[in-house]
């Protein structure tokens, strides 16, 4: 299976903060890497798809960038909506594995 | 507008069989390109993808899963259903039906349904 590290497991951060969270692959997974955000007791919500693609109706400052096998979504400007936990999920290979997630908590 | 909800038992026994439905519209199965699968999350933890089925009948299911995992799909009831023989504690867990497109990830879920398994 391909492992999805996820880095950091917890991030505090302020409103109007860049943030950044990571996400390595174990092996080459091509491009096919998908972000979500979660909010509690709530449902996933695609944010990003095929590592750059932005999921329609979702804010521009949410990007997503890749470097090889470690892939990064950057929240250019911090809102107090975005605090949720963020997963990334790779579905280039079976079985379609996902981050163990990136809590973004108010600092 | 595109919907998924799943529906069935909210509380099982060790051992038994789990069998949950995912009802949706708003898209349908029988169109290139389109997939249903499940993903399920233990309360607290993350996500955890389980199967998929496609458009042109392709299906997959995680290897930990597979010889306990069964999924199909009934086109023309838009309907899919994943069944999870012999239930262990282990498997509470809220389980999410969702849409993916070739190419895309999960674009739109269902709600969630909390199984819980217990004596």
């Known amino acids: 299976d391909i492992q999805m590290t996820q880095s950091p497991s917890t991030l505090s951060a302020s409103v109007g903060d860049r943030v950044t969270i990571t996400c390595r692959a174990s092996?080459?997974?091509?491009?096919?890497l998908a972000w979500y955000q979660q909010k509690p007791g709530k449902v996933p919500k695609l944010l990003i798809y095929?590592?750059?693609s932005l999921e329609s109706g979702v804010p521009s400052r949410f990007s997503g960038s890749a470097s090889g096998t470690e892939f990064t979504l950057t929240i250019s400007s911090l809102q107090p909506d975005d605090f949720a936990t963020y997963y990334c999920q790779q579905y280039n290979t079976y079985p379609w594995t996902f981050g163990q997630g990136t809590k973004v908590e108010i600092k | 507008q595109i919907t998924l909800k799943e529906s069935g038992p909210t509380l099982v026994e060790p051992t038994q069989t789990l069998m949950l439905s995912c009802a949706f519209s708003g898209f349908s199965l029988s169109t290139d390109g389109v997939g249903v699968g499940w993903v399920r999350q233990p309360p607290g933890k993350a996500l955890e993808w389980l199967a998929v089925i496609h458009w042109n009948g392709v299906k997959e299911a995680t290897p930990s899963l597979r010889t306990r995992l069964t999924i199909t799909k009934d086109t023309s009831k838009n309907q899919v259903v994943l069944t999870v023989t012999n239930m262990d504690p282990v498997d509470t867990a809220t389980y999410f039906c969702a849409r993916r497109l070739v190419g895309r990830g999960f674009d739109n879920w269902g709600q969630g349904t909390l199984v819980t398994v217990s004596s």
């Open positions: 092996q080459s997974i091509s491009s096919y």
């Open positions: 095929k590592t750059s």
